[in-house]
Structure formats: structure tokens, C-alpha cells
């Protein structure tokens, strides 16, 4: 016998059939009206945030009698790619396995066709770990030379180089934290797909003073959002965020990372994440002779961290410091 899924879950333990029109999109959420009350903390806000943001656009619209692995792979998992790191994707792929599971329990389907699809590869190496994940101060020159065409994407990449800032405090940054007269940045909050939050520690939460280019750069670009605000019809605010798109949304919160992987695709740029641009920040700052207390205070880690973090800069310097006290010395060869 068959039943028409409403939107609202059934009675707790109550088995339901599927109707063959029934979608992705209208099973999920109701797995979700089950399971919310269960999940603690902020997990339903970030569950919400994956089945509207993800779920939804990409296969909420196939019916899940008829949904296999192939569709679930080309439809969901290669399109999120591009735009998602690979631990983001099997945090989908794990929370969209829980409901095909529920749904197998039910007896809704048969059995789970998406367990075996073929995710990227989640990397060892973390967004703390530098090695590699940096750029030389000619790479970096070359890569802002190369994104000069979009003052939105040119900005954030160049905030991101010159302070050392974490990409979602950059995001969470609003004009009225930017003081232009004493030109500093005030830095207390941070966001990503899930919100917008307090920084990620007391740390994290402080000042970073900006150079005379840096506030240059911004003051352009304020002017250009003022603009692109009064095309659309809208009036610029001081708590209005930072960096916005063309069409005067957020801008996306993968946009450093496409901007980093565009530059590599088209111009040869060495691919890093959006966090190598705050390990190049340091290793640069470590390698021109910042002392480590100032790099640690700009970053918004402690010194501990700095020098665990950044210890082949460090180790750097003392090479360099070794041959600067043998060119002094001048020992003599003939000895």
C-alpha cells in the first residue's frame, strides 16, 4: 500500500512508503523535523545550512525511488569540487548518507546505492600546516598583478596577503570596524557558511594597524561599493560587510579559494589555499626580521603557537644570522 509523504514527519516509529513523485528535497526535510530535536548545539543551524545551501539546489529535485549513485556522484559530489574543500564535502556526503540510511530503515528503498561514491581525496595536512602552503614575496607579487581586473576579489586577496587575517574574519569585517584616520583594522568576529560568530579566540580578537597602500586600497574599494549600492538602489551603511559581489550579496564565501584556483588555472600561479596567504604573511615577516611577538600579536596567536607553527622560518633565520657572524668573524683559511 502507498502513501503521499506530507511535509510534516509521521509519529515517531511509524513506518511510511514512498510515493514515486516524492524528491530528495521533500525526504530531507523531513529527516531532518525527525532528527533536529537530537542534534545539539548549533548542529540543526549547520544540517539547515547543507540541505538548503547544497542539497536542495544541486539534487532536491530527483525523486529518491529513482536516485542512484551516478546521478548522486555527477549531480552532487563532482559539482561541489570546485567550490568546496574536500573535508566540507565529506561532511555532506556523511549527513546526506544519514538520511538515504533513515530512509532504507523505513523501507522507503531497498537499500543505500550512494555509500561507495568516490569522494576527493581529505588531505592530511590541515590549514595550520605550512609546508609548501605559502607564497614567495615575487609570487605573491605576481598573483595580485594577475587579479587586478576584479577590485572585489583584488581586495580581499591583498587584505588577506598584507595582515595575515584569517578569510573569515575578513568576511565578518564590516566598514564601520575600519578606521580610516588612524588607519586600523579592528578585528572581533568571524563568519563562514554557518554565520557569523565571535572570533575564534581572545587572540583573535584585536587590531592590526594598516599600511598607507593597504588604506589606499580599501578607501577604493569603499568608494566602489558606494557606487555599485546607489546602481542598485541601495544606500551604503557603515555596518554594511566588507566585500560584496556584483550585484551587491556577500561575496562568496569561496571566492578567495576560486580566485587562488582560477590564477593557477589561467596564469600559472602556485596553488595555494586561502590560509597560505596568512602563512606567507608570516614567513615573509618572520624572514625580513618582524620579531616574533609582533607577527604572533598581528596573527592573533600566542608565541608558542608562532614558533611551533613557523618553526622552518625560524630555522631559516638562524642560518642566515650563523652566516652573518662568518662573514664578521672572517676566519682565516690558512689556519
Same mark, same amino acid.
Given at each position: 500500500?502507498?502513501?503521499?509523504?506530507?511535509?510534516?514527519?509521521?509519529? &515517531?516509529?511509524?513506518?511510511?512508503?514512498?510515493?514515486?513523485?516524492?524528491?530528495?528535497?521533500?525526504?530531507?526535510?523531513?529527516?531532518?523535523?525527525?532528527?533536529?530535536?537530537?542534534?545539539?548545539?548549533? $548542529?540543526?543551524?549547520?544540517?539547515?545550512?547543507?540541505?538548503? @545551501?547544497?542539497?536542495?539546489?544541486?539534487?532536491?529535485?530527483?525523486?529518491?525511488?529513482?536516485?542512484?549513485?551516478?546521478?548522486?556522484?555527477?549531480?552532487?559530489?563532482?559539482? #561541489?569540487?570546485?567550490?568546496?574543500?574536500?573535508?566540507?564535502?565529506?561532511?555532506?556526503?556523511?549527513?546526506?548518507?544519514?538520511?538515504?540510511?533513515?530512509?532504507?530503515?523505513?523501507?522507503?528503498?531497498?537499500?543505500?546505492?550512494?555509500?561507495?561514491? !568516490?569522494?576527493?581525496?581529505?588531505?592530511?595536512?590541515?590549514?595550520? !600546516?605550512? /609546508?609548501?602552503?605559502?607564497?614567495?614575496?615575487?609570487?605573491?607579487?605576481?598573483? =595580485?598583478?594577475?587579479?587586478?581586473?576584479?577590485?572585489?576579489?583584488?581586495?580581499?586577496?591583498? #587584505?588577506?596577503?598584507?595582515?595575515?587575517?584569517?578569510? +573569515?574574519?575578513?568576511?565578518? %569585517?564590516?566598514?564601520?570596524?575600519?578606521?580610516?584616520?588612524?588607519?586600523?583594522?579592528?578585528?572581533? &568576529? $568571524?563568519?563562514?557558511?554557518? +554565520? /557569523?560568530?565571535?572570533?575564534?579566540?581572545?587572540?583573535?580578537?584585536?587590531?592590526?594597524?594598516?599600511?598607507?597602500?593597504?588604506?589606499?586600497?580599501? /578607501?577604493?574599494? &569603499?568608494?566602489?561599493?558606494? /557606487?555599485?549600492?546607489?546602481?542598485?538602489?541601495?544606500?551604503?551603511?557603515?555596518?554594511?560587510?566588507?566585500?560584496?559581489?556584483?550585484?551587491?550579496?556577500? =561575496?562568496?564565501?569561496?571566492?578567495?579559494?576560486?580566485?587562488?584556483?582560477?590564477?593557477?588555472?589561467?596564469? +600559472?600561479?602556485?596553488?595555494?589555499?586561502?590560509? +597560505? %596567504?596568512?602563512?606567507?604573511?608570516?614567513?615573509?615577516?618572520?624572514?625580513?626580521?618582524?620579531?616574533?611577538?609582533?607577527?604572533?600579536?598581528?596573527?592573533?596567536?600566542?608565541?608558542?603557537? =608562532?614558533?611551533?607553527?613557523?618553526?622552518?622560518?625560524?630555522?631559516? &633565520?638562524?642560518?642566515?644570522?650563523?652566516?652573518?657572524?662568518?662573514?664578521?668573524?672572517?676566519?682565516?683559511? @690558512? =689556519?
Amino acid at each position: 500500500m502507498w502513501y503521499v509523504i506530507h511535509p510534516s514527519a509521521p509519529p &515517531r516509529g511509524e513506518k511510511i512508503a514512498l510515493n514515486d513523485n516524492v524528491t530528495v528535497s521533500h525526504w530531507v526535510d523531513i529527516y531532518y523535523d525527525r532528527k533536529k530535536s537530537k542534534w545539539k548545539g548549533t $548542529t540543526p543551524k549547520t544540517y539547515r545550512n547543507i540541505i538548503d @545551501s547544497f542539497i536542495k539546489p544541486f539534487i532536491g529535485q530527483f525523486k529518491l525511488s529513482r536516485f542512484t549513485k551516478s546521478i548522486y556522484q555527477s549531480q552532487f559530489i563532482d559539482r #561541489l569540487i570546485p567550490i568546496a574543500a574536500p573535508k566540507s564535502i565529506a561532511t555532506y556526503h556523511n549527513f546526506f548518507i544519514g538520511c538515504i540510511n533513515a530512509a532504507v530503515e523505513d523501507e522507503i528503498i531497498d537499500k543505500n546505492r550512494i555509500a561507495k561514491a !568516490e569522494l576527493p581525496r581529505v588531505e592530511k595536512q590541515n590549514n595550520d !600546516e605550512v /609546508e609548501g602552503n605559502y607564497l614567495t614575496l615575487t609570487e605573491l607579487t605576481h598573483l =595580485l598583478n594577475c587579479i587586478r581586473q576584479s577590485i572585489s576579489r583584488y581586495t580581499l586577496i591583498a #587584505l588577506l596577503a598584507a595582515t595575515g587575517m584569517r578569510r +573569515g574574519e575578513a568576511k565578518a %569585517l564590516r566598514w564601520s570596524e575600519v578606521d580610516f584616520t588612524k588607519k586600523i583594522i579592528y578585528i572581533s &568576529r $568571524t563568519r563562514d557558511f554557518y +554565520g /557569523e560568530r565571535s572570533a575564534k579566540t581572545i587572540n583573535s580578537i584585536r587590531s592590526i594597524d594598516m599600511t598607507d597602500d593597504l588604506a589606499k586600497q580599501l /578607501e577604493r574599494y &569603499r568608494i566602489w561599493c558606494i /557606487e555599485k549600492k546607489l546602481a542598485y538602489g541601495k544606500q551604503h551603511q557603515d555596518d554594511d560587510l566588507i566585500f560584496i559581489s556584483n550585484t551587491c550579496k556577500p =561575496l562568496n564565501q569561496e571566492a578567495a579559494r576560486l580566485t587562488l584556483i582560477q590564477m593557477h588555472e589561467i596564469y +600559472g600561479v602556485k596553488l595555494i589555499s586561502p590560509h +597560505g %596567504l596568512r602563512h606567507t604573511f608570516a614567513t615573509i615577516s618572520i624572514s625580513s626580521g618582524t620579531p616574533p611577538t609582533t607577527v604572533a600579536k598581528i596573527l592573533g596567536m600566542t608565541n608558542s603557537t =608562532l614558533l611551533k607553527t613557523y618553526a622552518h622560518s625560524f630555522a631559516e &633565520r638562524e642560518k642566515q644570522a650563523m652566516q652573518v657572524m662568518n662573514q664578521i668573524l672572517n676566519f682565516d683559511k @690558512s =689556519l
